[in-house]
């Protein structure tokens, strides 16, 4: 149990164009999903918070209106990047939780090659 | 607001041989500990999570850890490591009692050499 998914699972875009993230929790309701950068052999980095029907919480730094975030149901999560750059580029992974949790559960990531 | 340190970036080690990775934290209160594995181009697989209770926490794939609070540690151990082992690990804290974000280490490279 506490599967949760990624699409795709790789993208490759032009600059300037936009691109949408599915993160969906296969077997569980997820309350609270979350959405990590990852640049190469560096650690992950996390870029906000969500809550199912509310606003997402953006950690200092990051853009919310280049980073949209939509928490639609209690079982998935979209990250869209808007007008991508190359410095956009980057493995993005999101991650779910439980109601009262102690965990996430991390999806399998999404790999995207803005040129 | 916690923190946590992996000194090592890389441990190369010889296959059956055994291995630690460390993982130190800093944190003025109660926290949660987690060690997760990562392969290339995938996402985390969580090892074992220390929440409360005993001290020594045993994970899947033959890891362990050991709480220490003194020494505020959390170092992943496994006796015989195999080269399926070879990936990134990483020690993970939050603050305990319910959702709180969590702070990631910058990762250790096991590299497992036949």
């Known amino acids: 149990g506490a599967v949760v998914s990624q699409h795709p699972s790789w993208v490759i875009c032009k600059s300037g164009t936009s691109v949408k993230i599915e993160c969906r929790s296969l077997?569980?309701?997820?309350?609270?999903m979350f959405w990590y950068r990852q640049f190469p052999k560096q650690s992950l980095m996390l870029m906000a918070t969500?809550?199912?029907?509310?606003?997402?919480?953006?950690e200092q730094g990051v853009e919310k209106d280049k980073f949209l975030i939509n928490h639609a149901s209690l079982t998935l999560s979209t990250l869209t990047v808007t007008s991508a750059h190359p410095e956009d580029s980057s493995f993005y992974i999101c991650?779910?939780?439980?109601?009262?949790?102690?965990?996430?559960?991390f999806g399998p990531g999404t790999r995207l090659t803005v040129l | 607001a916690q923190s946590v340190t992996q000194l090592d970036s890389q441990v190369p080690v010889f296959e059956e041989a055994p291995v630690e990775l460390r993982c130190n934290y800093s944190?003025?209160?109660?926290?949660?500990l987690f060690w997760y594995v990562q392969y290339p181009n995938q996402g985390l697989q969580l090892l074992l999570k220390y929440l409360s209770g005993s001290t020594l926490v045993k994970g899947i794939n033959g890891f362990e850890a050991e709480f220490n609070k003194s020494q505020t540690s959390f170092h992943l151990r496994k006796p015989s490591v195999h080269i399926s082992d070879t990936a990134e690990y990483f020690c993970?804290?939050?603050?305990?009692?319910?959702?709180?974000?969590?702070?990631f280490g910058t990762g250790t490279k096991l590299q497992v050499i036949p």
């Open positions: 944190s003025s209160v109660s926290v949660y």
């Open positions: 991650s779910a939780a439980r109601g009262g949790y102690n965990e996430q559960f």
């Open positions: 077997d569980f309701q997820a309350t609270t």
């Open positions: 969500s809550n199912e029907g509310s606003k997402a919480t953006y």
């Open positions: 993970a804290v939050t603050l305990s009692g319910g959702y709180q974000k969590v702070t």
